[in-house]
C-alpha cells in the first residue's frame, strides 16, 4: 500500500508564497516521476510542475518563473514553492507520483495524494 499525504496549502495575498509538500510513504521500491497537478473551480486537473527521479523539471507555462518544483529521494518527498500568487493560481492541488510497489511482483502505478485547498484572495 502507497499513500502520498500533502501539506502547506491555505489561504495567501495576492502577491504572496505558499510552500507545498507530499510525502509518499508506504511499501515503496522506486519512485519515478513526481509531480503537482491543480483543479481551479469548474475546470478540469492540469499539470503544474513535474521533476523526474533525476531531477529534471517541468513547468506549466503559466507558472514558469514563479514556482519551482524539488524533491529530496531520501525522504520521499516532493516541494512545490509557489512565489507571486495571483487568484488565478487558486485552485485544489494534488500530488502526484509514479511508483513501484515493494510488494508482490513490483506492480507500478499512478498514486495520487487527497488535494490541499490553494486560495488567492485579498
Known amino acids: 500500500q502507497v499513500q502520498l499525504v500533502e501539506s502547506g496549502g491555505g489561504l495567501v495575498q495576492p502577491g504572496g508564497s505558499l510552500r507545498l509538500s507530499c510525502v509518499a510513504s508506504?511499501?515503496?521500491?522506486?519512485?519515478?516521476?513526481m509531480g503537482w497537478y491543480r483543479q481551479p473551480p469548474g475546470k478540469q486537473r492540469e499539470l503544474v510542475a513535474a521533476?523526474?527521479?533525476?531531477?529534471?523539471?517541468n513547468y506549466a507555462d503559466s507558472v514558469k518563473g514563479r514556482f519551482t518544483i524539488s524533491r529530496d529521494n531520501a525522504k520521499n518527498t516532493v516541494i512545490l514553492q509557489m512565489n507571486s500568487l495571483n487568484a488565478e493560481d487558486t485552485a485544489v492541488y494534488y500530488c502526484?507520483?509514479?511508483?513501484?510497489?515493494?510488494?508482490?511482483?513490483?506492480?507500478?502505478?499512478?498514486?495520487w495524494g487527497q488535494g490541499t485547498q490553494v486560495t488567492v484572495s485579498s
Open positions: 502526484n507520483a509514479d511508483i513501484r510497489s515493494a510488494l508482490g511482483a513490483g506492480r507500478r502505478g499512478e498514486y
Open positions: 521533476i523526474t527521479s533525476g531531477g529534471t523539471t
Open positions: 508506504g511499501s515503496i521500491f522506486i519512485i519515478y516521476a
